[in-house]
C-alpha cells in the first residue's frame, strides 16, 4: 500500500508570514495526526481526527495554528503568523479506526523560520 | 502528568554487545507502550508493542508496571541497529493520544 504523503518536504519562510502543510493518508485510514517534533525532541501531537472530527487539539496554538480534514481524506496544517519558535519537522501519521495502535509516518516538512 | 522519559539521549555500544534502552513513564491508568524507530533518511515507524510480546529484529521490551518501565533490549547489536529510537505511550481506550519521549540515539560501532 502506499504510505503517507506529506508535501511540501522542505519551507523557508520569515516570521509573520503564513504556511501551509498538506497530507495524505494512507487509503482507509481513519485517523489522522499532526505533530510538531522540534530538534532534539520526539514528536508533540498537535491535533488528531477521526475521520473529518477532531478528537484531541489541545496542543495546538490555535491562536496561530489551524487543521482541517474536509471529507475525511486529505489534511492541511496552517500556521499564520509563523514565529520562530515554530521551526521543526511537522509530521503526519494515520492508523485505522480508532482502537488500532500503529501510527505510520510520513515523510515531514521541515519549516524554518528565520 | 502523562510523560515518557528516555534519560539517554545517546547510547555507543560496540557490535556484539548488549543493548538496552531505558523508558519510563508517568501515565495515571493502564497505558499502551510502543517504540518507535527512526533509521537514518527514513520514516519513523513501529518497532514493537507491549501487547503483541513479539521480538523483532532481536528486540524485546517487557512491560514492568511496578516500575512503569518498558526498556528495549538485545542482546546482541548489529551494525544495522543504528538509529534513533523512540517510546510511546497511548491511553487504553478513548481519544488513544500518543506521548513520545525525546528518544535515544543508539550508535553501534564496528
Known amino acids: 500500500e502506499a504510505g503517507v504523503a506529506q508535501s511540501p518536504r522542505y519551507k523557508i519562510i520569515e516570521k509573520r508570514q503564513s504556511v501551509a502543510f498538506w497530507c495524505n493518508p494512507i487509503?482507509?485510514?481513519?485517523?489522522l495526526y499532526w505533530y510538531q517534533q522540534i530538534l532534539g525532541q520526539g514528536p508533540k501531537l498537535l491535533i488528531q481526527f477521526q475521520n473529518n472530527g477532531v478528537v484531541d487539539d489541545s496542543q495546538l496554538p490555535k491562536d496561530r495554528f489551524s487543521a482541517e480534514r474536509l471529507k475525511g481524506v486529505d489534511s492541511t496544517l496552517k500556521i499564520q503568523p509563523a514565529k520562530l519558535e515554530d521551526s521543526a519537522v511537522y509530521l503526519c501519521a494515520s492508523s485505522r479506526p480508532l482502537g488500532s495502535y500503529e501510527q505510520y509516518f510520513g515523510p515531514g516538512t521541515r519549516l524554518t523560520v528565520t | 502528568a502523562q510523560r515518557v522519559t528516555q534519560p539517554e539521549k545517546l547510547l555507543s555500544v560496540f557490535k556484539g554487545a548488549p543493548v538496552e534502552l531505558k523508558c519510563n513513564y508517568s501515565y495515571s491508568g493502564s497505558p499502551e507502550l510502543f517504540w518507535y524507530v527512526q533509521y537514518s533518511r527514513q520514516r519513523l515507524q513501529l518497532l514493537l508493542r507491549?501487547?503483541s510480546r513479539e521480538s523483532i529484529k532481536g528486540f524485546t521490551a517487557d512491560l514492568n508496571k511496578g516500575e512503569t518501565s518498558f526498556h528495549l533490549k538485545k542482546p546482541f547489536a548489529q551494525e544495522e541497529d543504528s538509529a534513533m529510537y523512540y517510546c510511546a505511550l497511548s491511553g487504553a481506550s478513548g481519544t488513544y493520544k500518543y506521548i513520545f519521549g525525546t528518544g535515544t540515539r543508539l550508535k553501534v560501532l564496528a
Open positions: 507491549h501487547i
Open positions: 487509503s482507509g485510514h481513519a485517523t
